[in-house]
């Protein structure tokens, strides 16, 4: 059977659906590896620390104890507690267990919501520069997005009046992140306070909280739109433990919510998954009951990449990059070398800067056009000091190349 044959045997839903780029590039990055090159990986939001030490312990105990069984669709009551807790405490938001569904990370508590409120037609407001799959989450729920954009002279960070123009009778969600991936962007208290001003005017609009990046925020404080009383009923906060306590591959993440929406969540999970790996909801409730010291201290190791990072690119000819609020990434303009050419490679646009520099400087990253901004780049500012000084050496390098 032909290529060609095969797709069309495939869904409309699954043809329709664009490839992670951030996962493209990864594979892009291994090939080159494989052939022997020493290949700096800088393209994936991935900690490069252990997770903590006390989280592990829980988990071996989990084992060793026979945890091993299904576990409740929407997590542990334990678990479930656990996080209702650590919100009150923390965030100021109000909700009892009943309130909480756990899944198997936040990217799945995302689709729930999303596969959940959004019917075909519904248009959705992303917030951009955006994660690369909010946008396929809503395609895949039928819905149609509708972005609005926020500048780099404004730290990338869309307005209350921005969002009020956008909105139509067909608008049913908002999806934005902040601690922001890939801008690095925090909106504080009085941004999304009127930000949530002009979503209140609307009762029939809900908003996804994307707070996954919540620890690792430089500006002493992070704020959550849904501890607002006005309009705590329309907000879903989603967060999880992949970033802050570095605990990417153990998949658990969580939404907090209206119980109607957490029972939905908690029905459409159950169709597909189920419950959470029990060994891994162990080791999540040892970290949402522990202190914060790990997320603490990796927090100050991104704050100092950031800074080394930041004064690295600022040596680059044509690079515009301002300073990212939080989570462990640099955004850069590189329109610059848009229509320069190496005497090789031409290069249009930024993923062909990115495949570029893979190529000719051995260093992966993600084009800004998989974000929402094609004039950008993501860069990654997970890996070790001397990695990342040497990826910037090595881009100093290829740039320049580029008359």
Not at 350 to 369: E, F, K, P, R
Request: hydrophobic share 40%; net charge negative.
């Amino acid at each position: 059977m032909s290529l060609v044959a095969e797709k069309n045997q495939l869904s409309d839903r699954i043809n329709s659906l664009s490839e992670s780029q951030t996962l493209e590039m990864a594979k892009k990055a291994r090939e080159l590896k494989a052939k022997g090159f020493d290949v700096i990986s800088l393209n994936l939001g991935e900690p490069d620390f252990q997770t903590p030490q006390h989280v592990k312990d829980a988990a071996k105990k989990a084992i060793d104890d026979g945890f091993s069984f299904y576990t409740p669709v929407p997590g542990t009551p334990e678990l479930r507690k656990g996080i209702a807790e650590k919100l009150k405490r923390e965030n100021g938001l109000n909700f009892a267990a009943e309130n909480i569904v756990v899944s198997t990370g936040a990217k799945q508590s995302l689709a729930n919501v999303v596969l959940c409120l959004v019917n075909p037609g519904d248009e959705v407001i992303i917030f951009a520069p955006y994660w690369v799959s909010y946008l396929e989450m809503v395609k895949l729920a039928e819905g149609v997005p509708v972005i609005v954009s926020g500048t780099i002279e404004n730290d990338f960070k869309v307005t209350a009046e921005q969002l009020r123009a956008a909105i139509t009778p067909k608008t049913k969600a908002i999806m934005y992140s902040s601690p922001c991936n890939p801008t690095g962007s925090v909106f504080n208290k009085e941004e999304l306070t009127e930000i949530a001003k002009v979503v209140a005017e609307h009762e029939n609009i809900y908003v996804i909280a994307d707070e996954i990046y919540e620890y690792i925020n430089f500006t002493g404080s992070h704020f959550s739109m849904g501890s607002l009383d006005f309009v705590k009923d329309q907000v879903i906060t989603v967060n999880g433990f992949s970033k802050g306590f570095a605990m990417t591959g153990w998949r658990v993440g969580y939404i907090a919510a209206a119980k109607w929406i957490a029972d939905a969540c908690d029905k459409m999970q159950g169709q597909v998954t189920s419950g959470t790996c029990s060994i891994a909801q162990k080791a999540a409730t040892a970290a949402i009951l522990g202190d914060l010291t790990a997320p603490q201290e990796m927090a100050v190791a991104y704050l100092r990449r950031r800074d080394l990072v930041k004064s690295l690119l600022d040596n680059i000819e044509g690079i515009k990059a301002n300073v990212p609020q939080g989570a462990f990434y640099i955004f850069p303009d590189v329109s610059y070398y848009f229509g320069k050419s190496d005497g090789t490679t031409k290069i249009k646009n930024s993923y062909d800067l990115c495949i570029y520099l893979l190529n000719d400087a051995h260093i992966s990253l993600v084009d800004g056009d998989a974000f929402g901004d094609p004039n950008c780049i993501r860069i990654s500012c997970a890996a070790s000091d001397a990695s990342l000084t040497e990826a910037m050496r090595r881009m100093k390098v290829s740039l320049a190349k580029l008359k």
